[in-house]
């Protein structure tokens, strides 16, 4: 699930960070990683020093308003930045009654710290990361959803210009088509962040940003709920994206990206991937087969037909439609698949900042038009297992004691400490991969 439209960048060339904590996470990291222009605006910001006022009395009556804020979160200095942070939110539009509402209750919640000091250590090769993707039951799902919600999809598409597929495969890259949508409450995700300190200014931003949500009256602090770090919905908007970019497809006057209905949330998505440039038909990429030896950056644009003069043509030997301009992109070296993409790829990005996440929505897509799996073959460096056989080593770890939260086939963090615990247990290679190896020494014991 996405913990959203946030965190800090990566590569994702031969190796990803996978940090989410839930075993169906897609995240190579817990984010933010903000885009271009979210990077932009946070560093364009001068550096503000935030006094930390004196305790003030229990009771506190604003002239302008007709609550009263009742500290006591069980953090005295929480307590005291909330008082201080009040007349910040109230300085920038915030109306002392939405303050009011949206902090009852609230908490320092000392959970969200552990999930921010505590991430993944484990590092998922890309085409693990793949394997968790694009696996049969989020393709299943997938195919599932698009016919579901068929009408609201078509519409989408039609109004936006982004295949209906790649809106899905967002949404099921970000919260399993809506089955993992977060249950915290985004209020006191982002201020407990924001009083952390450790990225205060962003997180206050996106704070400012949520309650500005709340007094807009699209939703309520009560359904205001997403992951650990701040993102909503379907699609895991974080509050200052959906402020600029949030739609309300369905016309009640509330972009309800929450809602149970997923129009808006991806109607909104769509919005977003047009606004920064998605150009419809052309694709994300597309599998090519390069010359022995073949070498060349990145950075080298060409237009297909010009990249098939020097023998780069797709996986059935024809050279490839010029869609656009061009790049050769091996995300495992010249050992693996090679891919040749077009300017959707960096589109992608701007919705989350990893070569690695680009991959995933789009060889999902592809997946849910049905397109073939990728056909070249990744340097993995071990066996690996069908989607049934990573399934059978959860269920023996399972058996044998280890925490393995659900038998279904991702190995994600939970499940890689446990096959790393266990490779431990008797002396192979604590590497963490779901190999025939592991569960040939499952079987024995």
């Not at 989410?20 to 190579?28: H, Y």
């Not at 946070?42 to 006022?53: G, T, Y």
């Not at 016919?147 to 809106?167: F, N, P, Q, T, W």
């Not at 279904?408 to 615990?421: L, T």
Request: proline share 5%; glycine share 10%.
């Amino acid at each position: 699930m996405r913990s959203f439209i946030l965190f800090s960048a990566i590569s994702g060339f031969a190796t990803v960070a996978i940090a989410a904590p839930v075993e169906t996470s897609l995240r190579p990291k817990e984010r933010p990683s903000l885009t271009l222009e979210e990077t932009f605006t946070v560093a364009s910001v001068a550096p503000q020093k935030v006094l930390r006022p004196v305790v003030r009395p229990e009771r506190l009556q604003d002239g302008s308003s007709d609550l009263v804020i009742k500290t006591g979160t069980g953090n005295a200095g929480f307590d005291q930045w909330i008082r201080g942070f009040r007349g910040r939110a109230l300085a920038q539009g915030i109306s002392p009654q939405v303050f009011d509402r949206a902090f009852k209750n609230v908490r320092y919640n000392t959970d969200i710290i552990k999930k921010d000091r505590n991430q993944s250590e484990f590092k998922s090769q890309i085409w693990d990361y793949l394997d968790n993707a694009t696996s049969p039951v989020r393709v299943e799902n997938g195919k599932k959803a698009l016919k579901k919600h068929k009408r609201s999809l078509d519409r989408i598409e039609k109004a936006y210009g982004v295949e209906k597929e790649v809106v899905a495969a967002v949404w099921g890259m970000e919260s399993t088509y809506g089955e993992r949508r977060g249950t915290i409450p985004v209020v006191e995700a982002t201020a407990t962040l924001a009083y952390d300190g450790r990225r205060g200014a962003f997180f206050e931003k996106q704070l400012i940003a949520a309650l500005k949500i709340l007094q807009s009256g699209d939703t309520t602090p009560k359904n205001m709920k997403g992951s650990w770090a701040g993102a909503m919905g379907h699609t895991q908007f974080i509050p200052t994206s959906y402020q600029a970019y949030a739609v309300d497809f369905t016309g009640d006057g509330r972009r309800d990206i929450w809602s149970d209905d997923p129009s808006d949330a991806l109607a909104s998505t769509a919005a977003y991937l047009k606004r920064f440039g998605w150009k419809k038909g052309q694709p994300w990429g597309v599998e090519v087969r390069v010359p022995k030896g073949f070498s060349v950056s990145r950075d080298t644009k060409r237009m297909p037909s010009a990249w098939a003069q020097k023998g780069v043509v797709d996986m059935q030997g024809r050279p490839v439609r010029d869609y656009g301009s061009a790049s050769i992109y091996q995300p495992a070296g010249k050992a693996g698949p090679s891919f040749m993409t077009f300017n959707n790829f960096k589109v992608i990005t701007r919705y989350n900042n990893s070569d690695a996440y680009v991959m995933g929505v789009g060889h999902l897509s592809d997946r849910l038009a049905g397109k073939p799996p990728i056909q070249g073959k990744w340097p993995r460096g071990y066996e690996p297992l069908s989607f049934e056989g990573r399934k059978e080593v959860q269920k023996r770890l399972k058996r044998k004691g280890y925490k393995i939260e659900k038998i279904d086939g991702i190995i994600g963090p939970n499940s890689r400490k446990a096959i790393v615990a266990y490779q431990k247990s008797v002396g192979l290679k604590a590497d963490g991969y779901a190999s025939k190896q592991v569960l040939e020494s499952l079987k024995k014991r």
